[in-house]
């Protein structure tokens, strides 16, 4: 076919000829083929990964990696992920479950990621890290309860795994039980202290506990290992905030949004610390930068409403909190703080 045919006319021997050249081990052969190829279909994403497969087989990785990402421009659709589905090992194979259930981490694909673990587990059910996965995955939907109970089956096998230890803390954090936190917390600083996350987590639990300067010393070893954690920079601000000291607040606000200048939560933050300092003007700057990033946003709009209203501007706030429902905020704690925050300059401004 190839000797009578035009190449263009010609893709599917090609690929035929350079898979039986790869399975040969003839990996030249197969990539002059797939080149040849690809310069008729050069958008194709499975002739990409096809010569990123055999590049690599020649030992050329940065060209298969060139070629690997190319294959990922062209193509919207998780090749790999489907490659793995479709695998015939998959239920017999731990790493292929954990390589598709990290797949489906990265696309925000949650409950597949915690099928995948399941089925893993189902192999290995004593393998402490994919139980300790599989709780993190409940926590980051919502779901504390099943996420604590898995994280305690990972405890029960062994009472010092410190990733197991770190989310069950933080489900406890989460629910303001901040000396059991602290109790596990412990225990982790002991096997690895060098840890800025676990320093940020404790002193945030001093906080919770109004312990304002054990909080400062923990997050400030949390920056010390993490300097650029916009986080440990944002809490931080919060307790020297708490403690009247807003210059240092503004200092540390300042640096998280350098950090990441477009989260509207850090430029709220800072518009409320410049009003401490008697900055107005660039407060009210730093307040219509957050709304302009995020104009549906509850706390952002009663926080500024209320700023034009200490402000005496009661026309400005009352048409920055307008359009605000607060029946639409859910039942959160702080979404019953913002709605009563609403309701109270709802009347001031009735009056």
Known sequence: MLQNEPEILCEYALVCKAQIAKERGDAKTAVNSLIIALKHNPNSPRLLYLLGKSRYLQGEHSKAIECFKKALEYETNNWAQEVLM????????????????????????????????????????????????????????????????????????????????????????????????????RVAAEKCEYNGPLWNNIGMC??????????IICLKKANYQCPLDPKVLFNLALVHRSMLQHASAYHFIASAINLQNKNVIFIMTIAVILSDLGDFTSARKAYKKALSLDPGNAMIRVNFALFEYRRGNLSDAAAIIQNVNAKNLGESPEAAEVANRINFLRSCLAK
Not at 206 to 215: H, P
């Open 86 to 185: 479709n695998c015939p090992s998959l239920d017999k194979c731990v790493d292929i479950l954990v390589f598709l259930a990290k797949l489906c981490v990265q696309k925000n694909e949650l409950v597949p990621a915690m099928e995948a673990f399941k089925r893993a587990l189902n192999l290995e059910p004593e393998n402490l890290d994919l139980i300790a996965e599989l709780g993190l995955l409940y926590l980051k939907t919502g779901s504390d309860q099943k996420a604590f109970s898995w994280l305690g089956k990972a405890l029960t096998y062994d009472a010092t795994h410190v990733p197991s230890i770190l989310a069950a803390a933080t489900v406890l954090q989460k629910n303001n039980d901040f000396d059991v936190a602290l109790t596990k917390y």
């Open 206 to 215: 001093f906080y919770g506990k109004g312990k304002l300067v054990a909080s």
